[in-house]
């Protein structure tokens, strides 16, 4: 059986991020095209930083 090789778009930001799960949800993909954007939108889910901001302004101790 042969190999199947795809690129797979690298989405760096937030909002690429989000505008691929748009485009995901809103298409009608399937086989390799479905494949790639779903490996794309999992390695960037998993690779960008969503943690929250180190400095808002509120000390930690006052936050509640």
């Not at 795809?6 to 991020?17: A, D, G, K, M």
């Not at 960008?48 to 808002?56: G, I, V």
């Amino acid at each position: 059986m042969a190999e199947m090789t795809i690129s797979v778009p690298v989405l760096s930001t937030r909002q690429e991020l989000e505008q691929a799960i748009q485009k995901y949800k809103a298409s009608d993909l399937s086989d390799s095209e479905l494949l790639r954007q779903w490996q794309a939108i999992r390695e960037a889910s998993l690779n960008l930083d969503f943690s929250e901001p180190a400095n808002d302004g509120v000390p930690a101790e006052h936050s509640y």
